[in-house]
């Protein structure tokens, strides 16, 4: 049962957590933007190498897709660089679809850090900051229950189809529920007695030397 | 909970292999052990009522190789004489039962019609009724598969305790959702065996902790704005 590494979990706030493979896989997701002026040589960081425009600059109102951890360090209240929009499913009619019922959104498809993604959002100063966060809070209490529920009680069975629509958050939340089954059914049938050889042992073999050296 | 005392009766071997460990061929010896819950149990609760019969009629010497055992935590453990129920931990009661040793006196609660009771109180009531014993299940499991002809309505018993820990499983969840719908701060988990927190455990702190920063995010971060010059 012995993990081979505990997975650093997400920061979950206004800060990312350095340490964690989800944080960073998400800062990469990109953000709506408008440059509030010229980006000299910042075209290729953006990946709008030959766009319209002088050589590599981006020039003032140009629309731009831009990873969060740029736009985060772009993004100054004062000198007004960059503008940052809201992803669509952070904005008022999404925000009304979640309030409905959060259970039936399909949360992976829209962006798979969608708590993450929005408590990062709330560095931009927007004004519907509240209102985004109070949305981001209440969609987690009311798909809760439907994960609990789900993780708890699927034993030995495809969980592929429970976990589709989830949030990657949710889905490491659906993780810990089935380790709590798992190993409440593995006590009750007489196995949690035996010992088992380590993950880490078990991969580690199964990993080629060649691979390793190359 | 391998310390928990629990009641047993012990009873000698018949069989050839362990009169031959313990080279003494007597024949159908039975001795009492009293295991375990018998301080909680009372006057009500009489071993030596329904063993006795058993036991006078093989009166034979002890055929423990040892006649009292000092342990290092629990202190002296003993004496152990033929027909007198002793007082021992779960886990030497299970080993001198599974060596043929003894015969387990079941504790009081580990009965139909108890744990019936307790089953019916347990659906009727909102919150988490106490259970007989804090390791309900453990000792149901343990007991059950180990001294399960000593017992009697085994199956049932086992069926019955299942269908407790359902119903209290199911409280859990519904009372774990009203503590997150209401964003409670903490919650009293009386009468909540460890093993019941445990299955649910990681998923329910895990859980809140996410809870806990997105409500972090609700309050506009002051520390942030302080650092902007």
Redesign the interface.
Known sequence: MAEAYFPV?P????EENFLSLDDILMSQEKLPGRAESNLPRLAFALGQGSGAGSGDSIPEGSKLEIPMWLAKGLHD?KRRLISVELPKIYKEAWRTVFSADANVVDLHKMGPYY?GFG?QL??FDNPE??EI??C??QT??NR??R???S??NAYNEDTSSLVARLDE?ER??FQ??Q???N??QCW?K?QASQITVSSLVQNYGKRKFTEMDG | MHWERSLLLLKGEEQKSASKNYGKPEKGTQMLFDLGFSKSLGNSYHPRDQMSRDVLRHPSPLQLPYSHLQLIFQGDLGPFNPGLPVEVPVWLAINLKQRQKCRLIPPAWMDVEKLEEIRDQERKEDTFTPMPSPYYMELT?LLL?YASDNIPKADEIRTLVKDTWDTR?AKL?LS??SF??Q?EAHAKLDNLTL?EI??????LT??L???Y??????Q??GS?ESQ?F
């Not at chain 1, 920061?11 to 206004?14: A, I, S, T």
């Not at chain 2, 445990?198 to 998923?203: D, E, L, Q, S, Y």
């Not at chain 2, 920063?213 to 609700?218: E, F, Q």
């Open positions: 979990g920061g979950l706030g206004p209240s708590y408590s709330l560095n900051n509240p966060a109070q981001i809070l987690f209490i809760f229950r994960i609990m529920d993780s708890q958050l490491a939340l810990a529920g380790k709590g089954l190993d409440f009750e007489g | 499991k598969n499983m969840r774990a959702d997150v719908r964003q093993m445990n299955t649910i455990g990681t998923f895990q859980a902790d996410h809870m920063k997105l409500r972090t995010n609700l506009p971060s942030a902007d």
